[in-house]
């Protein structure tokens, strides 16, 4: 045991998750949990990109579904590389991230007996198996009361090491009175389905392949057992499928839903920043739409706040940082001059406690002041700090936050805001004599990793809710040109705002733009446009 735990202590710790059959809201909050915090991410070919935009930003992205010249890893090669990331990392979080449930023909076993066999700590997060969750977004209940008393679910890829045949043992599948559920079997389902019926089962025992369950591409196919491998021939159905058999396949005809919802089977990329996108991220989820969030700006903590005083210009800010680290001691001592504190953002909440934690202050430096807050979220924010706001204004706004400081009639000179380099001057303006202090930069993203490109290059179309998101979208995706793709970017564009709609059309975008500057206004008009 002490040895064990030596080793423990001297590596990373690696955790096998199951991403769910492929809509993002099927992975388990576990799961969430740790890739928000991963330090790698070792994912398989099924996971949905979706999933892979809630990993940590920072944390390294290792695709073992396809390489650079698109040969899969080996399987003992990942198992190494788990290893290998957990000795390379002490503390490290390893995420290994899989398709469905870890440990259903997942291999998850195998990489774990790797990680026992090594000494490296590890936990598994289950996931929700495709097995059961595609025929569930096809309509089809696995079980049902007088119908299916048991399922079973098997592979129909496993090749028997003595004859190379498929190890199963039809005599007894075909005997079998539950719902049979294959895995991997499309290959082989010809045959399977032929072996059945040799063994007794009832050719006339409904069948139905759901391929790229619960992704925007989801499609049923009805068959029989006795039409089985030609359906799949006729109909062109390719992997990933289910294929379930059974009396209740019938139900799929009645209960299926998710094929109906307005936005099934488009996937949209939402340029906006996360924080904000993710009211309609949810929204067109729940039509039935696959999200890719792909924010166009991203902020960053300055290591000090920097009064505008001394920013000669926006774009300056890095040049002034580090003249602002020397004297961010006293820059803190400097709130002792002010009675009110105002925030405006989430973002320069977080940004400054930061700062005042890494000079070596604490809470107690704002003992006595008031704090003012620009809305509910904000103040939530702050109250994980510990700190209850005094005031907040009805409207939410700066303007009704500088109009609610200036009804108080203090000194405006004893106000400190703190903000981001981008916000605007109305609290300025309303309180001529505060002090701003810069404690976040905003910054357009340079540089989009690989796998978010590729998914946004499926994507049918992009909402857009400024010009500024469509220049920089432009700029970090392959351009249109002869030399490429013509594909590379999506030619449907969503927008909110005239301006908005032009900047889209220079680029030439098909453009759809939403009758109100609102985000309700902008995806009623995707589902009349996707529903027309
Ligand atoms: N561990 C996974 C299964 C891995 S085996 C799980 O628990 O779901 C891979 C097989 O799973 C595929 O060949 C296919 O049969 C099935 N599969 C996985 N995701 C699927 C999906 N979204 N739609 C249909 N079949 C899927």
């Not at 299916?148 to 003595?162: D, M, R, W």
């Not at 390719?238 to 089977?265: D, F, H, Y």
């Not at 991203?298 to 774009?315: D, G, W, Y």
């Not at 309180?431 to 404690?439: D, E, I, Q, S």
Request: hydrophobic share 40%; with cysteine; glycine share 8%.
């Amino acid at each position: 045991m002490r040895f064990f735990l030596f080793l423990y202590q001297m590596s990373g710790k690696v955790y096998l998750i199951g991403a769910g059959p492929g809509d993002p809201g099927l992975l388990t909050l576990r799961g969430k949990e740790i890739l928000e915090k991963a330090d790698v991410v070792v994912y398989d070919r099924l996971v949905s990109p979706a999933i892979l935009g809630m990993c940590n930003p920072k944390a390294k992205m290792v695709d073992v579904g396809k390489m650079p010249q698109h040969h899969k890893v080996k399987q003992s090669e990942i198992n190494k590389l788990l290893v290998q990331f957990a000795s390379e990392m002490p503390d490290g979080t390893i995420a290994r991230l899989k398709g469905g449930d870890p440990f259903v023909f997942g291999r998850g076993g195998e990489e774990a007996l790797e990680l026992v066999a090594a000494g490296v700590e590890f936990e598994i997060v289950p996931g929700i198996t495709s097995a059961i969750s595609v025929p569930a977004y096809a309509g089809i209940p696995v079980s049902h009361r007088g119908i299916a008393t048991s399922f079973h679910i098997i592979t129909g890829h496993e090749k028997a090491e003595s004859n190379g045949e498929l190890s199963l043992d039809f005599e007894t599948l075909a005997k079998c009175q539950g719902t049979l559920i294959f895995l991997m079997g499309i290959a082989n389902m010809d045959f399977i389905a032929q072996r059945l019926v040799e063994c007794g089962k009832d050719p006339k025992t409904p069948v139905a392949f759901i391929e790229k369950g619960t992704s925007p591409y989801q499609r049923t196919v009805m068959a029989t057992l006795a039409t089985a491998g030609e359906t799949i021939a006729r109909e062109n159905v390719t992997a990933p499928a289910i294929t379930i058999m059974g009396g209740v396949v019938e139900l799929g005809r009645s209960l299926a839903w998710k094929k109906n919802l307005p936005l099934s089977g488009k996937r949209l990329v939402v340029t906006r920043a996360a924080k904000q996108a993710s009211g309609i991220t949810a929204r067109l989820a729940a039509l039935g739409a696959e999200v890719i969030e792909t924010p166009m700006i991203e902020t960053r903590t300055l290591s000090a706040p920097i009064t505008p005083k001394v920013i000669a210009s926006p774009r300056s800010l890095s040049a002034v940082e580090a003249g602002a680290r020397q004297s961010k001691a006293s820059v803190f001592d400097t709130i002792a001059d002010f009675d009110i504190l105002a925030f405006t953002s989430v973002n320069g909440v977080e940004s400054f406690f930061k700062q005042l934690f890494a000079a070596g202050y604490d809470v107690r430096v704002l003992a006595g002041k008031k704090i003012a807050s620009v809305g509910k979220i904000t103040e939530k924010k702050l109250l994980e700090y510990g700190i209850r706001c005094d005031y907040v204004p009805e409207d939410h706004t700066g303007d009704g936050l500088g109009k609610l400081l200036a009804s108080l009639n203090l000194d405006d000179s004893r106000v400190l805001l703190l903000q981001g380099n981008l916000a605007d001057d109305t609290l300025q303006r309303l309180l001529p004599k505060a002090t701003r202090w810069v404690v976040y930069e905003t910054l357009p993203v340079s540089e989009l990793p690989e796998w978010k490109r590729e998914a946004v290059a499926m994507a049918d179309a992009v909402v857009f809710a400024s010009t500024s998101a469509v220049e920089n979208f432009i700029k970090t995706m392959p351009q249109r040109d002869e030399d490429m793709d013509s594909n590379s970017v999506p030619r449907t564009s969503f927008c909110i705002g005239r301006m908005t709609e032009s900047a889209a059309r220079k680029h030439d975008f098909e453009t759809v733009t939403s009758d109100e500057t609102t985000m309700d206004s902008l995806v009623n008009k995707i589902v009349e446009y996707y529903t027309k």
